[in-house]
């Protein structure tokens, strides 16, 4: 009987022993660390041991990928023609894939050196010049069962070269796992390729993880029995415990905010009393307005004092992150976290969508009609939220948010903290408020084009009516073709390379005004005609109202 029990309670100890362990390699400030993990808990942690070794699975596609990035390639889209079992990581029959979404579709036949024309000679001294291991300069060897150090690995991660376009572009991993649930639990911080290949310890089955950095660059790995769709799902609670939340090492175009919008200064004061030099402030002011308030602010250089004939302005010169930060301090609270996280997004989403761009910067007001700006430097604990959740947006759908008033598309601050105190996550509470939209990143709303035929066939007719006035316009060349798509966020707009109109729809005077207006920006891209706003929006006018 003693047996019998002895037995029972030792099966669960053997299934574990034959298990391949879950490890996830972490570069820190103090070294490389070793995790070992259950799915709920850090079992163990010790130095990475050098000996330590993982399969690239598809982790070479990420080589390839850096080479084509950094080679500034132009190599063709892959077309599928339903003639490989492979393609089914790629695209249906009768279409194509990019560089980018093959990366995060993990498309191999995109990256095949042999497509692509690599040479063994020039992969060996690119890689060499970078002092790349061995494994990684020899073009023969970039293969899934080639078995590599995972140290090794960690550092050719860290020197990798296009390594901030990767990142980008591997966030997207994160918001497809799990159908958006790891999003979810992990937020901005994760940017991985996952990988897979046979198990070696048993030829029926498979392992699988991950490898690329966190926001700030850091690069990790993981490995674990299962498959790569797998792993990431089945451990994201526990990822999301135990991995820091860094302050990115790309915090996003510069955001320059006009302070004070609607209460004019009177006059701006140094610590020591005297009236603030124009140009760059450093350290500690006080501000009083003509309505006789006065308020302490700080800056270290990105606040910048200017005079409107007799009156002092302020410019704020953030990048977008810090924005995010410190909008989060102005309008709300970093806690309760969830609530922080689901507003963060709100914000930054709030931004894309409104914001003027000027030049290589974004312009918004510092104001209750938008959004208000704190103007010092934001607190540990917001920049925090606003790492959690870099670079998320919310696309599909207009985002307000409001102090209490909850409505169509607007988020009541209140809602969602009485949501998160009880225990709702954040993208719960944004899918309650914003239904319509889904969680993306800050450069994909314009990544893709949902068509709008009706558009696209009245602009068609409208401009055969319109000739007769363009051809007379200096510059005027009527575009062979072009497409008119869906835009879910930010101001209409023209994508030349792509020759792709985006506009919200047909309905109004203004639509049509919109998708004019744009449609000049193409038709005269190669005369100076087509860079003059002014120019532009008369003959749209022209056009359509006379």
């Given amino acids: 009987m003693r047996l019998l029990v002895w037995l029972l309670c030792a099966l669960p100890l053997l299934a574990m022993a034959g298990e391949a362990p879950v490890q996830l390699a972490l570069r820190t400030p103090q070294g490389d660390e070793l995790l070992r993990l259950d799915e709920s808990r850090v079992v163990e942690r010790s130095p990475l041991p050098a000996t330590l070794q993982a399969p690239l699975g598809s982790l070479w596609k990420l080589f390839a990928y850096a080479w084509l990035v950094d080679h500034d390639s132009r190599e063709p889209a892959y077309a599928c023609h339903g003639q490989s079992r492979e393609e089914v990581y790629c695209c249906e029959p009768g279409g194509s894939i990019g560089r980018d979404e093959a990366l995060v579709r993990s498309c191999g036949l995109y990256f095949a050196p042999d497509r692509l024309g690599l040479q063994a000679s020039d992969w060996r001294r690119y890689w060499q010049a970078r002092h790349a291991p061995e494994w990684l300069a020899d073009l023969s060897r970039l293969q899934p069962q080639t078995r590599v150090p995972v140290a090794e690995l960690l550092d050719a991660l860290e020197n990798l070269p296009a390594q901030a376009e990767a990142r980008r572009v591997l966030l997207d991993v994160v918001l497809n796992g799990g159908d958006g649930q790891v999003a979810g639990v992990l937020g901005g911080r994760l940017r991985v390729k996952t990988w897979s290949w046979l198990d070696e310890r048993d030829a029926q089955a498979r392992q699988g993880g991950f490898a690329g950095w966190l926001a700030d660059g850091s690069p990790l790995w993981m490995g674990a029995p299962g498959t790569s769709r797998t792993v990431l799902a089945r451990y994201s609670e526990v990822l999301g415990s135990v991995l820091p939340a860094p302050w990115p090492a790309e915090t996003g175009q510069c955001v320059e905010v006009g302070l004070f919008a609607r209460y004019p200064l009177k006059q701006v004061r140094s610590a020591d009393g005297s009236s603030a030099g124009?140009?760059?402030?450093?350290?500690?002011?006080?501000?009083?307005?003509?309505?006789?308030?006065?308020?302490?602010?700080?800056?270290?250089?990105?606040?910048?004092?200017?005079?409107?004939?007799?009156?002092?302005?302020?410019?704020?010169?953030?990048?977008?992150?810090?924005?995010?930060?410190?909008?989060?301090?102005?309008?709300?609270?970093?806690?309760?976290?969830?609530?922080?996280?689901?507003?963060?997004?709100?914000?930054?989403?709030?931004?894309?969508?409104?914001?003027?761009?000027?030049?290589?910067?974004?312009?918004?007001?510092?104001?209750?009609?938008?959004?208000?700006?704190?103007?010092?430097?934001?607190?540990?604990?917001?920049?925090?939220?606003?790492?959690?959740?870099?670079?998320?947006?919310?696309?599909?759908?207009?985002?307000?948010?409001?102090?209490?008033?909850?409505?169509?598309?607007?988020?009541?601050?209140?809602?969602?903290?009485?949501?998160?105190?009880?225990?709702v996550r954040y993208d719960a509470i944004l899918a309650r408020a914003f239904p319509a939209a889904s969680l993306t990143r800050w450069g994909k709303p314009q990544a893709a084009c949902q068509p709008l035929p009706a558009a696209a066939q009245w602009l068609t007719a409208r401009r055969r009516e319109w000739r007769p006035t363009l051809d007379m316009q200096p510059g005027y060349a009527e575009p062979a073709s072009f497409a008119v798509c869906r835009l879910f966020s930010g101001r209409p707009h023209v994508d030349r390379e792509r020759r792709r109109i985006y506009v919200r729809e047909l309905f109004s005077l203004q639509d049509r005004l919109d998708l004019t207006h744009e449609y000049l920006h193409l038709a005269f891209e190669a005369h100076p005609n087509g860079q003059d706003e002014g120019y532009i929006e008369n003959l749209a006018r022209q056009l359509l109202l006379e």
Wanted: glycine share 6%.
């Fill in 278 to 423: 124009v140009g760059a402030l450093n350290g500690r002011y006080e501000v009083e307005f003509e309505n006789t308030n006065r308020l302490a602010i700080e800056s270290a250089g990105e606040l910048f004092l200017e005079r409107d004939g007799t009156r002092p302005q302020l410019t704020a010169r953030l990048s977008r992150e810090e924005y995010v930060a410190r909008v989060l301090q102005r309008e709300a609270s970093a806690q309760p976290a969830e609530a922080a996280k689901a507003l963060a997004v709100a914000i930054r989403s709030y931004l894309l969508q409104n914001a003027e761009r000027r030049g290589d910067c974004l312009r918004i007001a510092d104001s209750s009609a938008s959004q208000r700006v704190a103007p010092r430097p934001a607190s540990q604990a917001a920049r925090r939220i606003a790492a959690w959740t870099d670079d998320l947006v919310l696309a599909g759908s207009p985002v307000t948010y409001h102090s209490d008033s909850p409505g169509p598309a607007r988020m009541a601050w209140r809602d969602a903290v009485t949501q998160a105190e009880s225990g």
